[in-house]
Nanobody, 122 residues
Framework: QVQLVESGGGVVQAGGSLRLSCATS????????MGWLRQAPGKAREFVAC????????YTASSVKGRFSITVDNAKKMVYLQMNSLEPEDTGDYYC???????????????WGQGTQVTVAS
Protein backbone atom coordinates (compact mmCIF):
# COMPACT_ATOMS: atom_id res chain seq x y z
CA GLN A 1 0.00 0.00 0.00
CA VAL A 2 1.49 3.31 -1.10
CA GLN A 3 1.41 6.19 1.32
CA LEU A 4 2.63 9.73 0.82
CA VAL A 5 2.23 11.93 3.87
CA GLU A 6 3.04 15.62 3.71
CA SER A 7 3.85 17.85 6.65
CA GLY A 8 5.33 21.25 7.36
CA GLY A 9 2.68 23.57 5.99
CA GLY A 10 1.42 26.58 7.89
CA VAL A 11 1.01 30.33 7.90
CA VAL A 12 4.04 32.50 7.23
CA GLN A 13 4.67 36.15 6.48
CA ALA A 14 5.79 37.18 3.02
CA GLY A 15 9.54 36.83 2.76
CA GLY A 16 9.59 33.95 5.21
CA SER A 17 10.50 30.31 4.78
CA LEU A 18 8.92 26.91 5.21
CA ARG A 19 10.20 23.38 4.72
CA LEU A 20 7.73 20.77 3.56
CA SER A 21 8.38 17.08 4.14
CA CYS A 22 6.89 14.03 2.48
CA ALA A 23 7.19 10.63 4.11
CA THR A 24 6.79 7.82 1.59
CA SER A 25 6.14 4.12 2.00
CA UNK A 26 5.15 1.26 -0.23
CA UNK A 27 6.60 2.75 -3.41
CA UNK A 28 8.06 0.37 -5.97
CA UNK A 29 10.87 0.94 -8.47
CA UNK A 30 8.32 2.23 -10.98
CA UNK A 31 8.09 5.41 -8.90
CA UNK A 32 11.56 6.64 -9.79
CA UNK A 33 10.84 10.31 -9.23
CA MET A 34 9.07 12.46 -6.69
CA GLY A 35 7.55 15.85 -7.09
CA TRP A 36 5.75 18.70 -5.40
CA LEU A 37 2.72 20.30 -6.98
CA ARG A 38 0.40 22.96 -5.64
CA GLN A 39 -3.12 24.21 -6.09
CA ALA A 40 -4.16 27.72 -5.27
CA PRO A 41 -7.81 28.48 -4.45
CA GLY A 42 -9.82 28.55 -7.65
CA LYS A 43 -6.89 27.52 -9.83
CA ALA A 44 -5.67 24.35 -11.46
CA ARG A 45 -3.03 22.18 -9.86
CA GLU A 46 0.44 23.21 -11.06
CA PHE A 47 3.89 21.70 -11.08
CA VAL A 48 6.42 23.06 -8.61
CA ALA A 49 9.46 20.74 -8.61
CA CYS A 50 10.50 17.17 -9.30
CA UNK A 51 13.56 15.06 -8.55
CA UNK A 52 14.71 11.49 -9.03
CA UNK A 53 15.58 9.32 -6.06
CA UNK A 54 19.29 9.55 -6.90
CA UNK A 55 19.01 13.30 -6.50
CA UNK A 56 20.92 14.06 -9.69
CA UNK A 57 18.08 15.06 -11.99
CA UNK A 58 15.54 17.70 -11.11
CA TYR A 59 13.19 20.26 -12.56
CA THR A 60 11.87 23.41 -10.95
CA ALA A 61 9.06 25.65 -12.14
CA SER A 62 10.22 29.04 -13.35
CA SER A 63 7.84 30.73 -10.90
CA VAL A 64 9.78 29.33 -7.92
CA LYS A 65 13.27 28.90 -9.33
CA GLY A 66 15.89 30.44 -7.07
CA ARG A 67 13.46 30.40 -4.13
CA PHE A 68 12.38 26.76 -3.78
CA SER A 69 14.57 23.67 -3.79
CA ILE A 70 13.62 19.98 -3.79
CA THR A 71 15.74 17.29 -2.17
CA VAL A 72 15.43 13.62 -1.32
CA ASP A 73 16.79 11.33 1.35
CA ASN A 74 16.75 7.97 -0.37
CA ALA A 75 17.68 6.06 2.77
CA LYS A 76 14.75 7.49 4.69
CA LYS A 77 12.42 7.63 1.67
CA MET A 78 11.75 11.27 2.39
CA VAL A 79 11.22 14.17 0.01
CA TYR A 80 11.60 17.80 1.00
CA LEU A 81 10.70 21.18 -0.43
CA GLN A 82 12.59 24.12 1.01
CA MET A 83 10.68 27.30 0.30
CA ASN A 84 12.39 30.65 0.82
CA SER A 85 11.35 34.23 0.05
CA LEU A 86 7.72 33.19 0.09
CA GLU A 87 5.19 35.39 -1.66
CA PRO A 88 1.40 35.61 -1.21
CA GLU A 89 1.13 34.02 -4.68
CA ASP A 90 2.67 30.86 -3.23
CA THR A 91 -0.42 30.29 -1.10
CA GLY A 92 -2.15 26.97 -1.75
CA ASP A 93 -2.31 23.28 -1.00
CA TYR A 94 0.98 21.52 -1.64
CA TYR A 95 1.00 17.90 -2.72
CA CYS A 96 3.72 15.29 -2.79
CA UNK A 97 3.43 12.92 -5.73
CA UNK A 98 5.28 10.08 -7.47
CA UNK A 99 6.09 9.62 -11.15
CA UNK A 100 7.96 7.11 -13.31
CA UNK A 101 10.67 9.60 -14.17
CA UNK A 102 11.42 13.29 -13.58
CA UNK A 103 8.78 15.38 -15.28
CA UNK A 104 7.17 18.80 -15.28
CA UNK A 105 3.78 17.47 -16.37
CA UNK A 106 1.27 17.17 -13.55
CA UNK A 107 -0.53 14.43 -15.48
CA UNK A 108 2.52 12.14 -15.19
CA UNK A 109 2.17 11.78 -11.42
CA UNK A 110 0.22 8.71 -10.39
CA UNK A 111 0.44 8.59 -6.59
CA TRP A 112 -0.58 11.58 -4.51
CA GLY A 113 -0.53 12.59 -0.88
CA GLN A 114 -3.38 14.38 0.85
CA GLY A 115 -1.66 17.74 0.75
CA THR A 116 -0.52 20.32 3.25
CA GLN A 117 -1.75 23.90 3.30
CA VAL A 118 0.59 26.85 2.93
CA THR A 119 -0.63 30.38 3.54
CA VAL A 120 1.62 33.36 2.90
CA ALA A 121 0.36 36.54 4.48
CA SER A 122 1.21 39.90 2.95
Amino acid sequence: QVQLVESGGGVVQAGGSLRLSCATSGLTLTAAAMGWLRQAPGKAREFVACINWAGDMMYTASSVKGRFSITVDNAKKMVYLQMNSLEPEDTGDYYCAAARSPTTNALDFFYWGQGTQVTVAS
